[in-house]
């Protein structure tokens, strides 16, 4: 057994479980540490040498090196049964990520590194989704450097025959619901995720007016992180919004709800991700990664949309990239 998907599957089992972000990301960490290792049985003294590894990842790295099924994992998924193992088979049949930064943004990492790491991890797509301008702590891009963006783009897809690295922004909703991009430029990419980082503790009626507007606006197509909650740390309490209203326009508009998979974030929360599926919704299980290695949050996500019955038809983010692309020009078509 490969310790890297060892302590991949334990972390999805996990994020199954409803377990602490601190110890689901405790695994990942692991598994990016795991893969320096060389093929062959590693004792777990040698395991617990490498940063981010203590003493139970390490037991797991020791157990799978030496081709035993590790007793953390095996009890996982004992507890987890069929149900935990088809949510695995979901999140293997990702194909893409709507939501991932480079450093032309926020990002620590260029272009082509973060589509390298999506590539090597089997998705046939991702899209890059840098910041808007008025984001300005997030290095926001204006309308020109997203032009020269598009044109970074097209290069790096000229040079990669199968993966494909597709266009689009993380785009602000702003106070009146407005997008924070000029419309003709946004006409020009494959994926508009709308995002609210301003004003987050703003009253209910009007916080639900601005995203219910920037939803049902046609060159809108995921709605990222709806809640902007932080659960880790100091924390960030949820914005409140008529989320029952937010979801119904985002289904009777097309526009996905994400599933946001870092660790800090596990936007939206359980009770409103149930509502969104009940409401009909479309969803993108998304990262929202600034680094390479953030890329394998996603099969958290998939974990939550397995555990309340989600299946690949309803996750925009398992679709292939021509289906994908005929939704998002849907308003267009």
Avoid at 40 to 54: D, I
Avoid at 305 to 311: N, T
Wanted: charged fraction near 25%; charge should be negative.
């Amino acid at each position: 057994m490969d310790p890297v998907e060892a302590l991949r599957r334990i972390a999805f089992l996990l994020e199954w479980n409803g377990a602490s972000p601190y110890r689901v990301r405790a695994f990942h960490t692991a598994a990016d540490a795991a893969r320096r290792l060389p093929p062959g049985p590693v004792s777990a003294a040698r395991a617990q040498g490498l940063r981010g590894v203590g003493p139970v990842t390490a037991a797991v790295i020791a157990e799978a090196s030496a081709d035993r099924t590790p007793a953390y994992l095996a009890d996982l998924e004992a507890a987890a049964g069929p149900a935990g193992q088809a949510g695995w088979e979901l999140a293997a049949v990702a194909q893409g990520d709507c939501h991932l930064h480079s450093d032309w943004s926020d990002g620590g990492h260029p272009i082509e590194e973060m589509a390298a790491a999506a590539r090597e991890l089997g998705h046939r797509w991702a899209v890059l989704t840098d910041h808007s301008p008025r984001l300005t702590i997030a290095h926001g891009l204006s309308s020109d450097r997203l032009r020269r963006q598009l044109d970074t783009v097209t290069a790096y897809n000229g040079a990669d025959g199968g993966f494909r690295l597709l266009t689009g922004i993380e785009c602000d909703i702003l106070e009146d619901g407005s997008l924070d991009q000029e419309p003709d430029l946004l006409d020009l990419l494959d994926v508009v995720v709308v995002s609210v980082h301003s004003k987050l503790r703003s009253e209910p009626e009007p916080m639900t007016d601005r995203m219910v507007s920037a939803v049902c606006n046609p060159r809108a197509d995921v709605l990222g992180h709806c809640t902007g909650r932080i659960v880790t740390g100091r924390g960030r309490p949820q914005s409140r919004f008529d989320a029952a209203a937010v979801f119904a326009a985002c289904a009777d508009a097309g526009t996905a709800v994400e599933i946001n998979c870092r660790p800090e974030r596990r936007d939206p929360p359980d009770d409103l991700l149930l509502l969104a599926a009940e409401a009909g919704c479309l969803f993108a299980v998304d990262t929202d990664a600034h680094a390479p290695d953030q890329l394998h949050w996603h099969a958290s996500g998939y974990a939550r949309a397995a555990r309340i019955g989600l299946g690949p038809d309803r996750l925009v983010t398992t679709w292939p990239r021509e289906r994908l692309l005929a939704w998002t020009r849907r308003a267009s078509g």
